[in-house]
């Protein structure tokens, strides 16, 4: 009675935690753009692209209120 359930390969999307290296179970009602956090380590991320997965640190965000610590010079 070896059954293999087919819908757990389907819905089976991980991320890999950077910090940790721990799988993040992307579970089917998470969108890009949304939050997920790291279950071992509390690390959060930003979901990019969920076929295939793709996680980026939400690190980005310190940046978001200091415009003027990241200057962009065009240097032509
Ligand atoms: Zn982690």
């Known amino acids: 009675m070896a059954k293999i359930n087919k819908q757990q390969k389907d819905r089976?999307?991980?991320g890999k935690?950077?910090?940790?290296?721990g799988y993040i179970p992307i579970e089917y009602y998470f969108g890009i753009g949304d939050?997920?956090?790291c279950y071992e380590c509390g690390t959060v991320y930003f979901i990019e692209?969920?076929?295939p997965v793709q996680l980026k640190?939400?690190?980005d965000r310190?940046?978001?209120d200091d415009?003027?610590?990241e200057?962009?010079?065009e240097d032509n």
């Open 62 to 64: 310190y940046i978001e």
């Open 57 to 59: 640190m939400s690190e």
């Open 17 to 21: 935690c950077q910090i940790c290296l």
């Open 12 to 14: 089976g999307r991980f």
């Open 71 to 73: 200057m962009i010079f």
């Open 35 to 37: 939050e997920i956090s």
């Open 67 to 69: 415009d003027s610590s």
């Open 49 to 51: 692209s969920k076929d």
